[in-house]
């Protein structure tokens, strides 16, 4: 069997001064193994995106962080050498956020950070090549006009355009492992399922491992093998991703199956057919309350 990318042993995370300590992390461990898409779920506060952000080197360095345990990625251990973690960022590791519009710099124009991410892999890469890279990189994330896309501002282009600039960016220099915590969550659904399917598509064509960072076992069901379950700073179960959907053994883990939206195809049933005029708000759809000129 592959050995793991990234592995994790007994991580506990505490925020406060040296006299007055929160613990947030009570010793997680999980690991990843080459080419394999793990994900990480629990709900908001679990623990999950200071997890990533400890293993991408990303938080370490600040005083009021007091991390303990091993973190080792590339035979790096990223609690002692955060810093070299971060250097290594965007070559063999790289990461996606929840909201891609305000992860890209908005001062600059897609083709300048592109060219930087590139510059990260290959510091002697020249503009024109980079260039090349990148309108390729676009082009394999489906965006449909890569030039433009490079002469463009990230306000300029829409969420889920931002968020196939992200994915590209973040796969530019192959890395090894790529962290999404909750890729397009601040986009529709639509969009964030498209989001998905694309990362899966290209991390399954290049042998990337992903570690998924979501709160919705939905979301991971189709893009995962595996799954840990975070409750509270802590593993609560990890299994393969059938294990935890056929035979879920912790109540954490039947809670957040129990959340999961059922689509039965029969649609809202309470909401009338036809939705509202909003040309002509003061016509009433049955079902539709007062019209809107009616409230005072
Ligand atoms: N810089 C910080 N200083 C103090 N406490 C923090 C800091 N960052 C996170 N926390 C706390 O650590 C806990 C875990 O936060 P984390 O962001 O990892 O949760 P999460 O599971 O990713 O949730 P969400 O989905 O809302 O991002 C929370 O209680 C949070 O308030």
Do not use: W
């Amino acid at each position: 069997m592959a050995e793991p990318v990234l592995t994790i042993r007994d991580l506990r995370l505490a925020f406060g001064s040296r006299r007055r300590q929160t613990e947030v992390l009570h010793g997680i461990s999980l690991h990843v193994r080459a080419s394999e898409k793990v994900a990480l779920v629990g709900e908001s506060g679990s623990g999950k995106s200071v997890t990533a952000r400890l293993a991408m080197g990303l938080l370490q360095e600040a005083p009021t962080t007091h991390a303990s345990g091993s973190i080792r990625f590339d035979g790096i251990d990223a609690i002692k050498g955060g810093r070299e973690i971060a250097r290594r960022r965007g070559n063999r590791v790289a990461m996606i956020f929840q909201d891609p519009t305000s992860a890209l710099n908005p001062t600059f124009k897609i083709r300048g950070q592109f060219r930087e991410v590139l510059r990260s892999g290959n510091p002697a890469i020249s503009d024109a090549d980079a260039d090349r890279q990148a309108e390729a990189a676009l082009a394999e994330v489906s965006i449909p006009d890569p030039k433009r896309a490079l002469d463009s501002y990230a306000f300029q282009l829409s969420g889920g355009m931002n968020q196939r600039v992200m994915i590209a960016m973040a796969l530019a220099n192959r890395p090894a492992l790529l962290m999404a915590d909750e890729p397009g969550t601040a986009l529709d659904v639509t969009v964030q399922a498209q989001t998905l399917k694309l990362m899966h598509e290209l991390t399954e064509k290049r042998g990337t491992a992903v570690l998924l960072i979501s709160h919705n076992l939905g979301v991971v069901r189709e893009f995962a093998d595996r799954v840990y379950v975070i409750y509270r700073g802590r593993i609560v179960e990890h299994g393969t991703t059938a294990q935890l959907f056929h035979e879920p053994r912790h109540p954490y883990t039947r809670a957040l199956l129990a959340a999961i939206p059922k689509i039965s195809g029969g649609g809202l049933p309470d909401l009338p057919e036809r939705s509202p005029d909003f040309e002509n708000p003061l016509i009433v759809h049955e079902g539709c309350g007062e019209p809107a000129g009616a409230i005072a």
